[in-house]
């Protein structure tokens, strides 16, 4: 069992007894903005709808886990974190793949700013590290800064963002796992990432420069280009400034990407990601840049 003394808390694995404070913790992690004109509504009926039940429902089967957090003094329930694996035909808010599981988590309020989350999502990220998960994945509101902030902090990394929530995935590599340590450029361009409507045409804007990316998925194009290239009316995010990893790596490389990100994300910095055959290139902020390479640097990369 895991003591933290400063705060006076434990926590444990989850037991079945544990299963109706579960479904608590869950109403308690359904995010309801304090602004919103109405009422958080009743647990009964939030933990009803079939989006939210399915969380726990049937708790017990493969894949699933939970860790809960005890006051150090009275042994009191503060808290809980759990994971679950969704299929493909009924994911969550936060699905990734058939093989990621979801993570959610909740503290009582009156145990909130203590630490507490921070301990149930490192402990829960051990159980699922050695039950020999490679990541987790979770959904949270863009109006849930608090949480935002933690689970970056703890290097979730953004992957997209749906209805107002963002979806984050936590890589989990082994314990020996290769620390890499690299050698990156920053580059001179200054990127923007645009967004077109899936059937639009590849316009040739995009594709005027040495360095540019275009996705194209059912949903959007998405395209990678200098700023300056970026015609009015276009949607996009600009100032972005490129970290270039200087490859080649061989694709039986492991963990390549995720050693520049976890100090990244541990760092507060937000990515976005651009692999190639040879190498990977990382996008932040410009405003971020002087941040992100000292982080970089105090891991043990080389950054020119």
């Known amino acids: 069992m895991k003591t933290t003394k400063a705060t006076s808390r434990r926590t444990r694995p989850g037991a079945p007894e544990d299963l109706e404070f579960l479904w608590d913790m869950l109403y308690e992690a359904i995010h ?3 602004e919103n004109s109405e009422p958080k509504p009743p647990r009964e009926v939030v933990l009803s709808e079939p989006s939210i039940a399915h969380y726990l429902e049937g708790w017990g089967r493969p894949g699933d886990a939970a860790v809960i957090a005890l006051d150090g ?6 808290g809980a974190a759990w994971y ?5 035909e009924d994911p969550g808010y936060g699905f990734v793949d058939a093989e990621t599981p979801e993570f959610g988590m909740a503290v009582r309020s009156e145990h909130r700013g203590q630490g507490v989350g921070g301990s149930l999502l490192d402990a829960l990220a051990e159980t699922a590290r050695s039950q020999g998960f490679q990541a987790l994945s979770l959904s949270v509101q863009n109006g849930n800064p608090t949480a935002m902030k933690l689970y970056e902090r703890k290097g979730f990394v953004k992957l997209f963002e749906d209805g107002g929530a963002w979806t984050m995935k936590l890589e989990l590599p082994s314990k020996d796992a290769p620390d890499h340590r690299l050698t990156l450029t920053t580059l001179d361009e200054r990127l923007a990432v645009c967004r077109l409507a899936p059937d639009s045409e ?6 005027m420069a040495t360095l540019f990316s275009v996705t194209r998925t059912a949903e959007e194009l998405s395209v990678v280009c200098p700023e300056a290239a970026v015609p009015e009316g276009v949607e996009c995010e600009k100032g972005w ?3 270039k990893l200087a490859g080649p790596f061989e694709f039986s490389m492991v963990g390549v990407l995720v050693s520049v990100a976890a100090p990244l ?3 507060g910095i937000g990515i976005f990601a651009v692999s190639t055959f040879d190498t990977d290139y990382v996008l932040v902020k410009n405003a971020q840049l002087d941040r992100a390479i000292t982080a970089l640097r105090e891991r043990g990369h080389e950054v020119k």
């Open 32 to 34: 309801w903005p304090p």
């Open 73 to 78: 003094e009275t042994g009191d329930r503060i």
């Open 241 to 243: 400034r490129v970290l």
């Open 202 to 207: 590849l316009p040739a804007w995009a594709t």
């Open 84 to 88: 679950r694996l969704m299929p493909l």
């Open 265 to 267: 994300a541990e760092a």
